[in-house]
């Protein structure tokens, strides 16, 4: 009896033993197949000619289990804009797989969540594909001392980069970051920084004060428009801008939530928290605002990003909206981290899909 005991134990262990060995081939065999299915399909290249945005982070400057920090691309027929790179986009990005082609970077302002990721941003890109050029990168006055500061951090790792792998494969003419500073002309509320390849990115000045200069931008091709808010009070010059555009990108804070926190703050004595909660109310837009915007101007859609504060549960995206959805009656999203949302040209369509869930 003992001996068949031990031999049916011998078997379970060997039964286990094999299952685990097998259970690791096929996850290697899995791995294999996904990875040359990513190789072979990057994904900006493979999307229809028109406008998409991928949402390389949906988050604000709180840590969140389920958002980055600031970062939206923005793909226009063959061209792909990154705006923002906060905490995590970079990581986000490669998750998403956009990664490969080169990319431009433009900045909304440089409040630290903004720009928490530009780093790596730049040294994936250095790392992920032909370049002839440092990452451009666009922003209104400041964007200069920013793009020193990260390229000044990163000196040393470009050059152990370049000393390991060779000046062939990382080349130290196109590392780093180049600085491409605009202005909005005094007593106007826009300037088109850049038109080419049929695309059309214009600035637009957003009341995020006493942060100034801080900027939105308007992406027009092939008859397809978004607009990015950017970080604002709810701004009348947003709201021109965002005038009949497919889709508006536009930050939302809940006041509801916030106070909650600030309530928390108080409660536990932490007078400083409590002070941070109350001033960050006066320069964003609630949901219920952001709506307003996007039902007065007739947007096709609205997304709501730079969610702030986070929502751990599902559940808090009603009272996170509030009375946005009665506000607004069209397609409204609160976006989360993978998120694609697609305007082909020629049609008048919007989709939207998750790359990560
Ligand atoms: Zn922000
Ligand atoms: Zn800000």
């Known amino acids: 009896m003992k001996r068949i005991i031990t031999g049916l134990l011998v078997l379970l262990v060997l039964v286990v033993a094999g299952a685990w060995v097998v259970r690791g081939k096929i996850a290697l065999r899995i791995m294999e197949r996904r990875l040359a299915t990513a190789m072979a399909n990057p994904v900006v290249p493979s999307l229809p000619d028109g406008l998409h945005v991928a949402v390389c982070g949906a988050g604000g400057p709180f840590p969140d289990h389920d958002r980055g920090g600031p970062c939206t ?6 061209r792909m804009f990154v705006v923002d790179t906060g905490e995590a986009a970079g990581r986000t990005m490669g998750r998403m797989g956009l990664f490969g082609s080169d990319f431009t970077v433009l900045l909304t302002h440089f409040h630290s969540d903004h720009i928490d990721g530009l780093g790596n941003v730049a040294l994936q890109r250095w790392g992920g594909g032909a370049l002839t050029t440092p990452l451009q990168l666009y922003g209104p006055a400041g964007v200069e001392r920013v793009a020193a500061g990260f390229s000044e951090a990163y000196v040393l790792d470009s050059s152990y980069r370049t000393a390991h792998h060779g000046p062939k494969i990382m080349p130290p003419s196109t590392a780093g970051i180049q600085p491409r500073a605009f202005a909005i002309p005094e007593g106007q509320d826009s300037v088109v920084v850049l038109e080419e390849d049929g695309v059309k990115i214009t600035a637009f000045r957003v009341n995020h004060g006493p942060i100034d200069p801080a900027v939105g931008y308007r992406f027009d091709y092939k008859g397809r428009s978004v ?13 021109k801008y965002a005038r009949g555009a497919d889709l508006l990108v536009h930050e939302a804070l809940s006041p509801v939530l916030v106070n909650l926190i600030r309530e928390a703050a108080l409660k536990a004595g932490n007078a ?3 002070q941070i909660m109350h001033d960050i109310l006066n320069y964003h837009t609630s949901p219920a605002e952001a709506a307003a915007i996007a039902r007065d101007d007739k947007v096709g859609a609205l997304l709501l990003n730079h969610i702030v504060p986070p929502l751990p549960l599902k559940a808090l995206e009603g009272p996170f909206l509030g009375d946005a959805r009665k506000v607004y009656t069209g397609p409204l999203w609160i976006a989360r981290d993978g998120d694609l949302v ?16």
């Open 272 to 274: 400083k928290r409590a």
């Open 227 to 239: 607009v990015i808010s950017g970080d604002t009070a709810s701004s009348p010059i947003v709201a």
């Open 73 to 78: 691309a923005v793909i226009a027929g063959k």
């Open 342 to 357: 697609s305007l082909p040209a020629g049609d008048r369509t919007i989709t939207r899909k998750n790359l990560l869930h």
